[in-house]
């Protein structure tokens, strides 16, 4: 079998061809950007080795495993995060909300932030790689998350602080701010289907959806400095209930971000102590 005859394959399982192209050079120990060679190569035998790599990898791929999982890594926000079935892949859409909070705390010499629900680590990475003076923390309730965000962290050579716990339980201290990509699927939503791979704690949170952000908001006040930032990403139709909720906690500055689709994907607010 060659290049050509293992993507004309792969598009026989209904796998996108950018999808093919980087598992066919994952197979081939070949770099995922690479697929220039895969042009200039394309009707190169492939090694017997390689086309039971491939075609293993494909076979994860049809059946709806992440590409991130297969090929053990994702990208995010400038930083390659190893992954794998213990964490969600990290979306783009995330990266709103750090390019929110990178903004936020500009003006902090030296923040202190905590990043709730960390899993692969992304959020307090990416955020600890803008700020290296930030004192930056993360928690998780599961431990297995914990240990792909601690192993990314030492393989980065990034200090994060690492916690395992329920959102803000244990925290000491108040943060300049607070983020989080917290679960917000509904239980029976249509979507949970096509995201049977990734953990589903990570992912549902109650018959709306909302029970983990509620969480979130209710903790939050007693563990923010005067002026410190809540930010936290939602559903595509949650922006409202969000705004909403954090409104009725006595929040100031309630505001949403839209993700690159111009979708309202992040919902932030600013405490300030009364009196």
Known sequence: MN???ALAQAAGLGIERLDAQVLLLHALRRSETDRGWLLAHDTDAIPSE????FAAACARRADGEPLAYIVGHKEFHGIDLKVDARVLVPRPDTETLVDWAIELLAAHEEPRVIDLGTG???IALALKKAFPK????????????LAVAQANAARLGLDVEFR???WLDGSQGRFDLIA????????GDAHLAALRHEPRSALVSGAGGLDAIRQVIAQAPSHLADGGWLLLEHGHDQAPAVRGMLQAAAFGYVASRRDLAGIERCTGAKWLELG
């Not at 930030?134 to 998350?145: M, N």
Request: charged content about 20%.
């Open 3 to 5: 290049v050509t005859q």
């Open 50 to 53: 390689g086309e039971h790599a």
């Open 120 to 122: 692969s680590g992304a």
């Open 134 to 145: 930030a004192r930056v923390e993360a928690s998780d309730v599961s431990a297995e998350a």
């Open 164 to 166: 395992q716990g329920s």
């Open 180 to 187: 989080s990509n917290p679960p917000y699927v509904a239980e």
